[in-house]
């Protein structure tokens, strides 16, 4: 089931047969009515039906080549058969001639001398000639004079006889022997062939002919035939299977394989004119189609559509990541009904979406759900700050001012927000929630943003401050650090010194709170801090160096900058640039950090290592330290161990994980730095075990930088 936008005049036409509509919703003033429809399925649809051959085309095509055949060959016996009678009706008759003159001269006589006798007996020497059935001789009167049969003649049918003129018979005359001037004969020699031998031999050559034609008919029947099948009912036959085995999804955009053989003939013209018919036929399909499921203007995807590609990313990122939705109504456009020509308001409308178009990035999708109403889909939008923040760039964006030919508009604009939160809820719902509060943002004036809960609009909101003051803070130099000493608990030496970020507050004073390192790493700026920490430290060692101090300094990394590949290439500049010496420049990466793709990070400390700079592990112990995670140490990237405070803070009482730290230390040739010392007792404790290095209010708290300098780089100053 989708929907469409359709207007009011072709809502009941005829002109759309294959689409059955419903009618969803009907605004006569804009002129169109929004629809449900899906495709008509005919109740004897060929495709749903197995077609099955009745009479197969090869049958046919035999049956009517033998057809041919036999009335051809039976018109050509019937021909050479006539031809065979006439041919043998001739040489009857030349060899009776033939016959006749051998006697015509002696009959000639005795019928002159009336010698019947002899006459006789000259009839009787033709009998030898095997051919005649009998001999005449009649007078010119038509008397016959004398007769003679020289065999019983077997019966003919007579319609046999009429047809091919049987008897074959001669006439020849008799002379005297003494002729002048013009003789009369005296009398006629009749002879006649033998009928039954013409007969035996029309049957003998009329079954012979038979047997010879019809076998030749049947061969070439079967030669035909084969060839025809070859060439034309084998590749009709593999044309229908694979019509008839389509399944009714792949219909649209199936193309016919056009065979070697038949390129250039009938069938090839056939299958060129199929696959043509198909792609004129898809081009309609999608053209109907995107008419369905995109607003003709943006060609963006319509809420139908939308609705479908968000529930299947929903089924998608199912208990994976979060994501939000965004609806955006541009009252600007709903106002320009009547004021601007249709043109003017088209031209309007993609300016606006080209400027959201530039707004988001590839993780977003924007669809179109009305005249005037925008949803966008926000992929990584996992946090209501990352919404916000999108939509306040969305807003600003908007509200541009657009020049329209002489006519110059200032859009305004009603946002509403909703994050996916609950794994019930529909695609549908979800954006009806946003829709609602893009309602709400609406009803509280002009440009206003707001989430479907009210307490995530403030969190964001608090966010979005959070982010402008400490960006602001980066440009106007309000943060700093200070530094805590590490310091050499056996001779009171410094040892080294951790950096401390703090920001100056509204009283002038300076701190962080604890929420801030995370609130930066949510709203994204925390890649900024650290580069100016970085930068900051560098300088710091830069000055130290440039007086002969030659100490470690550690510097905090978040979890985010081990994800950022560009981190390496700005500290290796900052290293390079202010020439610090390796090992004065150390790593602290938290134990319990989510840094994402481990080999990654382990990738990027070890590149960082081999530029000089020392990695150590803060919080060790408060992490994921198992068997196998200790047994893969030997090749992490850490030259040092920071041990909990917690663990320091238990000293005396329970001294178990300082032990098993210390323990662990010694087997893995790492040097320890005890954090949160704070009373002489735990410093014993401490040394006792054999770890020297301690940092903690003990010794001093963390520092501004002139006050750390003045009071622990003091070469003559040791704490006793």
């Given at each position: ?5 359709i ?7 005829s002109a759309?047969p ?5 009618p969803?919703?009907c605004?006569?003033?804009?002129g169109?009515t ?13 495709g ?5 051959v009745?009479?197969?085309l090869?049958?046919?095509q ?6 041919v055949a036999i009335v ?8 050479q058969?006539?031809h065979?009678?006439q041919?043998?009706?001739i ?5 009776m001639?033939n016959?006749?003159h ?8 005795a ?6 006798p002899?006459a006789e007996?000259?009839l009787?020497?033709l009998?030898?000639?095997g051919i005649?059935s009998?001999?005449d ?13 020289f ?7 007579r319609?046999?006889?009429r047809l091919?003129e ?6 020849l005359p ?6 002048s001037?013009?003789?009369k004969?005296?009398?006629y020699?009749v002879?006649q062939?033998d009928s ?23 061969i070439?029947?079967?030669?035909i035939s084969?060839?025809?099948n070859?060439?034309?009912?084998h ?9 008839q085995?389509?399944?009714p999804?792949?219909i649209?955009?199936?193309k016919l394989a056009?065979?070697?053989n038949?390129?250039?003939d ?6 060129r004119?199929?696959?043509r ?5 898809e ?7 995107r008419?369905?499921t995109?607003f003709?203007?943006?060609?963006l ?11 299947q990313?929903?089924n ?5 990541q979060?994501?939000?939705l965004?609806v955006?109504?541009i009252?600007?456009?709903q106002?320009a009904?009547?004021?601007?020509s ?6 309007l ?6 400027k ?6 590839d993780h ?8 005037s109403?925008f ?5 990584r939008?996992h946090?209501?700050?990352r ?8 807003m600003i964006r ?5 020049n ?9 604009a009603?946002?509403?927000?909703a994050?996916?939160?609950?794994s019930?809820i ?5 954006l009806?929630?946003a829709t609602s509060?893009?309602?709400s ?12 809960d009210?307490?995530?609009t ?6 979005l401050t959070?982010?402008?003051d ?6 106007e130099?309000?943060?700093?650090l200070?530094?805590q ?6 001779t009171?030496?410094l040892?080294g010194a951790e950096?401390l ?9 300076y701190g ?5 390192i995370a609130s930066?790493?949510?709203?994204g700026?925390?890649s ?5 920490v ?8 830069a000055a130290?160096?440039k007086?002969?101090i030659n100490?470690p300094?550690?510097v ?5 900058q081990?994800?950022?590949a560009?981190m ?5 500049g ?5 020439r ?8 602290e ?5 989510q840094i994402g793709d ?16 020392a ?11 198992n068997l ?11 030259n040092?161990?920071k ?5 320091v ?6 001294d178990t ?7 662990i230390?010694?087997?893995i ?7 949160g010392?704070?009373?002489a ?5 401490l040394?006792a075990r054999?770890?020297t ?13 002139d006050v ?5 780089l ?6 006793e």
């Amino acid at each position: 089931m989708r929907t469409c936008i359709i207007p009011n005049h072709r809502e009941n036409s005829s002109a759309w047969p294959f689409f059955n509509f419903i009618p969803a919703k009907c605004d006569p003033d804009l002129g169109y009515t929004r629809c449900a429809f899906h495709l008509i399925t005919w109740p004897n649809w060929p495709g749903e039906v197995l077609l099955r051959v009745s009479r197969s085309l090869t049958i046919k095509q035999m049956a009517t080549v033998s057809a041919v055949a036999i009335v051809t060959i039976s018109i050509f016996i019937v021909v050479q058969l006539f031809h065979f009678v006439q041919q043998r009706r001739i040489d009857y008759a030349q060899q009776m001639e033939n016959v006749a003159h051998t006697v015509r001269q002696p009959l000639s006589e005795a019928v002159l001398k009336a010698d019947i006798p002899q006459a006789e007996h000259i009839l009787n020497t033709l009998k030898p000639a095997g051919i005649l059935s009998r001999a005449d001789v009649v007078l010119p009167n038509a008397f016959q004079a004398l007769h003679a049969d020289f065999a019983p003649e077997k019966p003919v049918p007579r319609w046999v006889a009429r047809l091919f003129e049987l008897p074959v018979q001669i006439t020849l005359p008799l002379y005297s022997v003494e002729r002048s001037g013009l003789p009369k004969p005296i009398a006629y020699l009749v002879l006649q062939a033998d009928s039954s031998r013409v007969y035996q031999f029309l049957l003998s050559t009329l079954s012979t002919m038979i047997t010879t034609y019809l076998l030749l008919a049947l061969i070439l029947s079967v030669a035909i035939s084969w060839c025809i099948n070859r060439l034309i009912v084998h590749p009709l036959r593999d044309i229908s299977r694979d019509l008839q085995e389509l399944p009714p999804q792949a219909i649209l955009t199936h193309k016919l394989a056009l065979p070697n053989n038949h390129r250039d003939d009938e069938i090839g013209m056939l299958i060129r004119s199929y696959n043509r018919n198909q792609q004129v036929l898809e081009s309609i399909h999608d053209e109907m189609s995107r008419m369905t499921t995109h607003f003709a203007v943006t060609d963006l995807p319509n809420r139908a559509l939308f609705l479908a590609l968000l529930e299947q990313h929903m089924n998608q990122q199912r208990n994976r990541q979060a994501w939000g939705l965004m609806v955006i109504r541009i009252e600007t456009l709903q106002e320009a009904n009547g004021v601007l020509s249709d043109e003017q308001r088209d031209t309007l409308m993609l300016t606006l979406v080209e400027k959201i178009r530039s707004t988001v990035d590839d993780h977003v999708l924007l669809a179109q759900t009305g005249p005037s109403d925008f949803a966008l889909l926000m992929k990584r939008a996992h946090n209501p700050f990352r919404a916000m923040r999108l939509a306040r760039n969305l807003m600003i964006r908007l509200n541009q001012p657009v020049n329209l030919q002489n006519l110059q508009l200032r859009p305004n604009a009603s946002i509403g927000l909703a994050l996916y939160e609950e794994s019930t809820i529909s695609a549908s719902e979800q954006l009806d929630r946003a829709t609602s509060a893009m309602m709400s943002a609406r009803h509280q004036g002009k440009n206003q943003i707001l989430f479907f809960d009210p307490a995530l609009t403030e969190r964001a909101q608090k966010r979005l401050t959070q982010e402008h003051d400490i960006l602001q803070g980066l440009q106007e130099d309000q943060f700093s650090l200070y530094l805590q000493p590490q310091i050499n608990m056996e001779t009171g030496e410094l040892a080294g010194a951790e950096a401390l970020l703090r920001m100056r507050m509204p009283d002038g004073s300076y701190g962080l709170s604890e929420e801030f390192i995370a609130s930066a790493e949510e709203i994204g700026v925390i890649s900024a801090i650290g580069r100016w920490v970085f930068e900051e430290a560098c300088r710091i060692l830069a000055a130290w160096q440039k007086q002969g101090i030659n100490i470690p300094l550690s510097v905090n990394i978040s979890a985010v900058q081990l994800r950022d590949a560009s981190m390496v290439s700005h500290l290796q500049g900052l290293l390079e640039r202010h020439r610090i010496a390796p090992g004065n420049f150390v790593l602290e990466i938290t134990e319990t950090a989510q840094i994402g793709d481990a080999e990654q990070a382990i990738a990027l400390l070890r590149l960082l290592q081999k530029t000089g700079v020392a990695v150590a592990l803060d919080d060790f112990g408060m992490g994921y330290s198992n068997l196998n995670y200790l047994h893969q140490f030997k090749a992490l990237p850490v030259n040092k161990l920071k041990m909990d405070r917690s663990f320091v803070a238990a000293l005396p009482v329970d001294d178990t994980m300082v032990r098993i730290v210390a323990a662990i230390a010694d087997i893995i040739h790492l040097d320890v730095i005890a954090e949160g010392v704070e009373t002489a007792e735990q410093r014993d404790w401490l040394l006792a075990r054999g770890i020297t290095i301690g940092q903690g209010y003990l010794y001093a708290e963390a520092l501004p930088l002139d006050v750390f300098n003045q009071r622990w780089l003091n070469p003559s100053q040791t704490l006793e």
